[in-house]
């Protein structure tokens, strides 16, 4: 076999296999070009998808002759020192455009500002051409045709035009929130215009033009430090909510990431919130010092690596869960307006939607009842089938069931409502969820306040109040475990044992004893009461890969909150039960009180909120 050196041509196509995998890639390249040579305007034009044409036009710095020809060779950048630990700019590595220009047709148009004109050079499938004159205005212009002509093979693996095109433009939109004091605007042939106006300092006027105005409604501002590293950015309420994770955005120290230590906190943080198959809206901006974060780790600049990915994820769910704790309990805005179009005449309720697997098959809807029900997504049983939810109380533990006991609903006798005094009426209304004014179709609370009403889901919400005690007093003492008659041995690699029995405390706080036995084992002698008969091993397994990803041990918490989320659901007040005004008002007193009240356990809203204003529209008052 005989060695010998690849021709720069062959270098240049290898190169493109890895950092421009699809005509998005090369418009991720250069527009981070373009914002790297201080931009304050790009316009992006594609045709065929970007495989046809994809042209980028900016404003900024530009390039004279001498640069021009060196910066479609490999390895040259402005933007690099001496070191890999000191990264501050979105591109480094110099490989962006001559990986494009030998697997296309390149143009490259610059004039600095100040100069008396501009310069162009082009590069056609490897082949570099002369530094020519060239009439431009102040900036850079990058044409790139034919993309992947000099590699057909590639074409083979390109989708539709319609989703390469659509791929370019949700790199504009990360691009956008990153950058709000940049103007962008993307056309073609192949798309319809989008035009993003500069919003300067104004980060969440750039958000709504990118996720629509609902999300300004329906956003919780973050600000959090932890050892040096920030955290700003905006988290959606649970309830509002989307079908898949593609309206998360991450950004570490400005660059634009989709890195899966980051997604998997968004998904913790929003635990027990979200229904399942639903992902919470979300943009997260991280500040840190870059030798604390290794950007080289793909070519595409897509995924990096924390110094500390535990005090990142902990910062992350911490300041999130924090920020639900505090503003996350309001209804989503799309929740009344759900209820205003259903009221309109002509509409036509949709069957209500399987919010999760856990839940109860939907009641038929009749009548008014459409409307109400299509909003919450369905009920939880008829009274009729309320008597087979008993909660349990074999194997759960006394801490569990205590906490049932001490949020029963009150069986107080009150006077109907129509007879409460007016003056006592419009104190309660000051509150957040107002005073109860009548219970309809069995389930639902209907509320007034002060500038509007309430309509709660009364299984729901105290479904969540019941599940929040429960978990407090799951929290507040070691839990009741069960002894095995013999213990489990359980066989794993030694370096998860080692994992393992750096938490074996925190564990055995959650009922799970466990010793070493020998190099390669663990042996289990208690597990949490709570669980019953369960798969022990398993259990162990998974809590061992667990802490070798994410040095945490959560699973096992999971597991037991899955168990009281369980319990909360079949203990609490069933839909069907007739409420008197003062355990209405009972109920809405301690939502106020309880973080994550707007939200079951399963993810559903626990109430909806329709201001006075939506109302008297509704009537022509306004």
């Not at 349990?392 to 801490?399: I, Q, S, W």
């Not at 009972?586 to 399963?602: F, I």
Request: hydrophobic share 40%; proline share 5%.
């Amino acid at each position: 076999m005989i060695i010998k050196q690849l021709s720069e041509t062959l270098i240049n196509q290898i190169a493109a296999g890895e950092v421009i995998e699809r005509p998005a890639s090369a418009a991720k390249e250069l527009i981070e070009n373009a914002i790297d040579a201080g931009a304050t305007r790009i316009e992006i034009a594609t045709a065929g998808g970007g495989k046809t044409l994809l042209r980028v036009i900016d404003n900024g710095c530009g390039m004279g002759p001498d640069d021009l020809s060196l910066a479609i060779r490999r390895h040259c950048t402005s933007k690099l020192s001496d070191t890999l630990f000191d990264i501050r700019s979105l591109g480094f590595r110099g490989e962006a455009l001559p990986s494009i220009g030998s697997v296309a047709k390149l143009t490259i148009t610059s004039r600095p500002h100040g100069a008396g004109s501009g310069s162009e050079i082009t590069v056609t499938g490897g082949k570099v051409g002369d530094v020519r004159p060239a009439p431009a205005n102040p900036g850079t212009t990058v044409e790139v045709r034919d993309l992947f002509f000099a590699t057909p093979a590639r074409l083979k693996f390109m989708k539709t035009e319609k989703a390469e095109a659509g791929a370019i433009t949700e790199i504009v939109k990360r691009m956008a929130i990153a950058f709000p004091a940049i103007r962008f605007v993307l056309s073609g042939t192949d798309r319809s215009l989008m035009e993003l106006p500069a919003t300067g300092d104004d980060h969440l006027a750039r958000i709504a033009q990118v996720l629509g105005g609902d999300f300004r409604d329906n956003a919780i501002e973050l600000d959090a430090e932890r050892e040096d590293v920030r955290l700003t950015g905006f988290a959606g309420v649970p309830t509002f909510n989307r079908g898949n994770s593609a309206h998360q955005y991450a950004f570490v120290n400005g660059r634009p990431v989709q890195d899966k230590q980051i997604l998997s906190a968004i998904r913790g943080a929003y635990a027990e919130t979200i229904p399942q198959g639903r992902y919470p809206v979300a943009v997260l901006s991280l500040s840190l010092d870059p030798a604390l974060v290794d950007v080289n780790v793909h070519p595409a600049k897509s995924d990096v690596r924390f110094r500390d990915p535990g005090l990142v994820r902990g910062l992350i769910i911490g300041a999130i869960r924090h920020s639900l704790q505090r503003e996350g309990d309001r209804a989503s805005t799309t929740g009344a307006g759900g209820m205003l179009r259903a009221f309109r005449p002509g509409f036509s309720p949709q069957p209500a939607q399987a919010w999760s697997a856990d839940a109860s098959p939907s009641r038929p809807l009749h009548g008014g009842a459409s409307v109400l029900g299509g909003v919450f997504g369905g009920g939880y049983g008829s009274a009729a089938s309320a008597a087979v939810y008993a909660p349990a109380r074999t194997g759960f533990g006394e801490v569990a069931q205590a906490a049932f006991d001490s949020l029963s609903v009150p069986t107080a006798r009150s006077e109907p409502i129509s007879a409460q005094p007016a003056g006592q009426v419009e104190a309660i209304a000051s509150y957040p969820l107002g005073a109860a004014r009548a219970q309809v179709h069995a389930n639902y609370i209907v509320a007034q306040t002060s500038d509007g009403l309430v309509i709660v889901d009364q299984h729901a919400a105290h479904e969540r109040l019941v599940f929040e005690q429960m978990r407090k007093a799951l929290t507040g003492r070691r839990l009741p475990s069960q002894g095995l008659l013999i213990p489990e041995i359980v066989d794993l690699p030694e370096e998860d044992c080692d994992r393992l029995m750096s938490h074996a405390e925190g564990l055995e706080q959650l009922g799970l004893a466990i010793e070493r036995f020998g190099p390669g084992a663990i042996a289990v002698r208690e597990t949490p009461a709570m669980l019953g008969e369960m798969d022990t091993a398993g259990l162990v397994r998974d809590l061992a890969d667990e802490i070798a990803e994410w040095d945490t041990a959560d699973r096992l918490n999971a597991k037991l909150e899955h168990v009281a989320a369980t319990m909360a659901c079949h203990g609490s007040v069933r839909s069907g039960r007739q409420l008197r005004v003062e355990e209405m008002n009972a109920l809405l007193r301690q939502m106020e009180q309880t973080p994550g009240s707007g939200q079951c356990n399963h993810g559903r809203p626990t109430y909806v909120e329709l201001k006075l204003s939506d109302i008297e529209r509704l009537f022509g008052r306004s």
